[in-house]
């Protein structure tokens, strides 16, 4: 069977958890999910300083484990140590933030992003510009919470997002919506299923993205 490393660049064991569980359902007998956490990182990268930082380990996690797997997913939105990855080690590698970007404006669908994370408003930017998807992109909604006060409540989060992401349909006419970040997966599950367009949960994005080049 194949394998797949999901690298959380957040340093919350109980973060990796959850998103292996979620890449596992979406592969399904297709392949095994294992993950690895960064150590070196904070809880939740809330800043462009985390963000970069996070690179060097995701790419020395990728380093150690290269040849092991059949594939690398890179489960923070702004895909920190990608280009590192696909430079340096012969494994191929998924970021979340490139493949739910890529989905999301399949078909020329104009798209918008809904996260927690403020201070990332560049760096979210920037992933899209790169995608090549720019003339498409409808912007980047925010919650008004603090996002480490709403990933330790997932009632909140779930209905600060759903917010977030209903102003990126009537105000800025978005036709399908990221739920942009690895922890914030459940509640990109669980907004699945309330809107009529739709909701794009970046690490089942991903996998599918992997699981179909492999």
């Known amino acids: ?75 923070a939105f702004g895909d920190p140590g990608l280009s590192a990855i696909r430079a340096r080690c012969r494994t191929p590698a998924a970021g979340i933030a490139e493949c739910s970007i890529c989905e999301a404006a399949a078909d020329g669908r104009r798209f918008g992003i809904a996260t927690t994370t403020p201070e990332l408003r560049s760096a979210i930017d920037q ?3 790169a995608s090549g998807f ?18 330790n409540d997932r009632h909140r989060q779930r209905e600060a997002l759903a917010e977030t992401v209903r102003r990126c349909i009537e105000d800025d006419g ?29 690490i089942p994005a991903a996998m599918r993205s992997i699981l179909n080049s492999l």
């Not at 720019?134 to 990933?151: H, M």
């Not at 399908?176 to 909701?199: K, M």
């Open 1 to 75: 069977m194949r394998s797949i490393l999901l690298i959380n660049p957040n340093s919350s064991a109980a973060t990796t958890d959850m998103m292996v569980g979620i890449a596992q359902a979406t592969a399904g007998q297709q392949c095994r999910v294992t993950g690895a956490t960064a150590r070196r990182a904070p809880a939740m990268i809330v800043d462009p300083v985390a963000l970069e930082a996070a690179a060097d380990e995701v790419l020395e996690i990728a380093a150690w484990n290269d040849g092991s797997y059949d594939g690398f997913l890179i489960a």
């Open 127 to 129: 992933r899209v510009m």
């Open 134 to 151: 720019a003339r498409q992109y409808t912007g980047l909604r925010l919650t008004s919470a603090d996002p480490i006060d709403l990933v």
């Open 174 to 202: 978005s036709q399908a919506v990221i739920i942009g970040g690895g922890p914030l997966g459940e509640a990109a599950r669980d907004l699945q299923h309330v809107f009529a367009v739709p909701i794009i949960s970046p």
